[in-house]
């Protein structure tokens, strides 16, 4: 069983950073691959970062390449994904996510994922 805990949102300008955690338990972790999604109120949940067990393997949706990145501290058990160049639209709920499939694949696609953290909130001001 995998426990996902996020930290890091908050408010921020346009323009501003912010980096996101995912505190990480459960055996399975180093075999899992690892995603961030986000949801806006009155929108579909949607993958913005994903990565292989590793980090060697980084995926990004369009809107977030060249912005965010995501990564991992094996020490820490911790997945974080940084956010720079924030913008209005990138307002929403962030969740980190864990596919401990035998064959995962690093998907952008919520179904793929098995275990779910609580999310925390990003807030981006004009």
């Known amino acids: 069983r995998v426990q996902l805990v996020e930290s890091g949102g908050g408010s921020v300008q346009a323009g501003g950073s912010l980096r996101l955690s995912c505190q990480i338990s459960g055996d399975t972790y180093s075999t899992a691959c690892m995603g961030w999604f986000r949801q806006a109120p009155g929108k579909e949940r949607e993958g913005v970062a994903a990565m292989y067990p590793g980090g060697a393997n980084t995926f990004y949706t369009d809107s977030v390449s060249g912005r965010f990145t995501i990564s991992e501290d094996k020490a820490k058990n911790t997945v974080y994904l940084q956010m720079n160049s924030l913008k209005p639209e990138d307002t929403a709920m962030y969740y980190c996510?864990?596919?401990?499939?035998?064959?995962?694949?690093?998907?952008?696609?919520?179904?793929?994922?098995?275990?779910w953290g609580q999310g925390t909130q990003v807030t981006v001001s004009s």
């Open positions: 996510a864990a596919d401990t499939g035998l064959y995962c694949s690093a998907s952008l696609e919520r179904y793929e994922y098995d275990y």
